[in-house]
């Protein structure tokens, strides 16, 4: 499948509200756009976990374009869509490679976001793009993880490297990139246990192997991306703040984007963080993990209804 079919098999659940509910606010033909009409639409979207600076902004354009006349549902659409392509428009480079060397990405989320399994994905993605890629199991307080991640490697034909259990996780993170170098490895990709953005100490341990991944190789890493979990909404907008104060993310994956029915909030995300959407994940096996495409992404949230 193309990312628009994925991507809108993956939104299945968003959908389906989105397409109950409008349906719902145009039981005729035709509606007039008052403030009754205006609040269900303010309601529906925030009920998509969009937000409520974005449902304000969508239906402040909507009142603008319409109030006091009766508008058709394929109208109100076309506005709507305009509005959310615009203030989720964003570069379209999924991944910034290094120069000359290895490509240093480090990935980071709290507890359960879905990190170990996203990192199979972008090697299973690299790999099938002819990239040489070192893995490096950073998470050493979760022996799970490592050995997640080391039949991945196996499996994908990547070199993984591992530290002891509970050990110093930048020192895992240093000797991956030592192996990037020293290999002539493409892209080096560095796991890190799971953590709450509150825990203060954890989140300095983050930035300790940033340093560390600098020291071995100037400029890196090259980009720091936060796997936030699709399923726990505007919590993700915290998340964002506090795993970019401490360690400058360049980007963020959507995960488990297809459990839920608040996909609306990439919208929020985009909206509230000055960080780009790289990637969503849209179920379990290694191929799903599709580029992030704006336009696209409100074409497939609305196709089922216009």
Do not use: Y
Not at 59 to 76: L, Y
Not at 269 to 282: A, E, N, S, T, Y
């Amino acid at each position: 499948m193309g990312f628009f079919d994925r991507i809108k098999q993956g939104l299945a659940k968003t959908v389906s509200i989105l397409n109950t509910d409008i349906r719902d606010i145009f039981k005729t033909s035709g509606r007039l756009v008052d403030d009754e009409f205006l609040n269900e639409l303010f309601e529906m979207f925030v009920k998509t976990d969009m937000g409520v600076a974005a449902a304000k902004e969508i239906t402040g354009e909507v009142r603008t374009q319409f109030q006091s006349r009766v508008a058709e549902m394929h109208e109100v659409l076309a506005v709507i869509k305009t509005k959310l392509k615009a203030a989720m428009a964003q570069p379209t480079a999924p991944i910034v490679f290094a120069e000359s060397g290895p490509t240093v990405i480090m990935v980071c989320g709290v507890n359960g976001s879905g990190k170990t399994t996203t990192i199979a994905k972008l090697t299973s993605m690299l790999v099938s793009e002819g990239k040489s890629v070192v893995l490096g199991a950073a998470d050493t307080f979760r022996a799970a993880a490592v050995e997640q991640l080391t039949v991945w490697a196996n499996r994908l034909g990547a070199t993984i490297v591992t530290g002891q259990s509970g050990g110093d996780p930048a020192s895992v993170a240093h000797r991956a990139a030592a192996k990037a170098l020293e290999t002539g490895a493409d892209v080096c990709i560095v796991d890190t246990a799971g953590r709450l953005q509150t825990q203060k100490n954890l989140m300095q341990e983050l930035e300790k192997i940033r340093r560390v991944i600098g020291k071995q190789i100037p400029e890196a890493p090259h980009e720091v991306i936060l796997v936030l979990d699709a399923t726990t909404g505007q919590n993700g907008i915290s998340q964002a703040k506090h795993f970019s104060e401490a360690v400058h993310c360049t980007g963020i994956v959507l995960a488990k984007l297809d459990g839920t029915a608040k996909g609306g909030v990439v919208v929020a995300i985009r909206k509230q963080m000055d960080l780009p959407v790289k990637f969503i994940g849209l179920g379990e096996s290694a191929a799903d993990l599709a580029v992030f495409d704006a336009d696209e992404f409100v074409e497939a949230l609305f196709d089922e209804i216009g």
